[in-house]
T-cell receptor
Framework: EPEVTQTPSHQVTQMGQEVILRCVPI?????FYWYRQILGQKVEFLVS????????KSEIFDDQFSVERPDGSNFTLKIRSTKLEDSAMYFC?????????????FGQGTRLTVV | QKEVEQNSGPLSVPEGAIASLNCTYS??????FFWYRQYSGKSPELIMS????GDKEDGRFTAQLNKASQYVSLLIRDSQPSDSATYLC?????????????FGAGTRLAVHP
């Protein structure tokens, strides 16, 4: 069964360093997302991406965040200068279509620990 | 900002019983609803989607939607210890194409043998 894959599964970085989280969405999906979940809290939307551009972003997704689809298969989230409060699980998701009835499927997540 | 509310639990049920999980939402215009299951330390896994008033069944799972009362529920029949997880309710939000999900905090279900 097709699935969203994320690498690495766990990333430890020092505060102020740049990190890149990688995702391979399901191959025929056109919409890509990043969510995060701080330990013990809700899953929060960060950004959605379609047709090589951001379609929506949350207040969390400030200038230190960026997303890119560098080739036909990968979708990346870059955090330029990590802060302690960026420590969280980061989930990539994809969906075949956009719109309210769209089912989104999540990758297994990357646990980011900023020290 | 749309909101999704869930009782955090834990909801404890014996093995073989029916577990009933509830979710209320703030936006009367919401059209679709999703239930995800999340095991501890893992990612959300889509288990049910529902778009119309009434019931939708899939195996041991039944989703129920009541738009007039703005609630959606998930019933798990013949609960198994492997069903022990946090169940997340989600509704689409955002401008234009609804390209984001708004999640509730989740209800933790514990099924004991």
């Amino acid at each position: 069964e097709p699935e969203v894959t994320q690498t690495p599964s766990h990333q430890v970085t020092q505060m102020g360093q740049e990190v890149i989280l990688r995702c391979v969405p399901i191959s025929n999906h056109l919409y890509f997302y990043w969510y995060r979940q701080i330990l013990g809290q809700k899953v929060e939307f960060l950004v959605s991406f379609y047709n090589n551009e951001i379609s929506e972003k949350s207040e969390i997704f400030d200038d230190q965040f960026s997303v890119e689809r560098p080739d036909g298969s990968n979708f990346t989230l870059k955090i330029r200068s990590t802060k302690l409060e960026d420590s969280a699980m980061y989930f990539c998701a994809s969906s075949e279509y956009g719109g309210p009835n769209t089912e989104a499927f999540f990758g297994q997540g990357t646990r980011l620990t900023v020290v | 900002q749309k909101e999704v509310e869930q009782n955090s639990g834990p909801l404890s049920v014996p093995e073989g019983a029916i577990a009933s999980l509830n979710c209320t939402y703030s936006d009367r215009g919401s059209q679709s609803f999703f239930w995800y299951r999340q095991y501890s330390g893992k990612s959300p896994e889509l288990i049910m989607s529902i778009y119309s008033n009434g019931d939708k069944e899939d195996g041991r799972f039944t989703a129920q939607l009541n738009k007039a009362s703005q609630y959606v529920s998930l019933l798990i029949r013949d609960s198994q210890p492997s069903d022990s997880a946090t169940y997340l309710c989600a509704v689409p939000g955002g401008a234009g194409g609804y390209n984001k999900l708004i999640f509730g905090a989740g209800t933790r279900l514990a099924v004991h043998p």
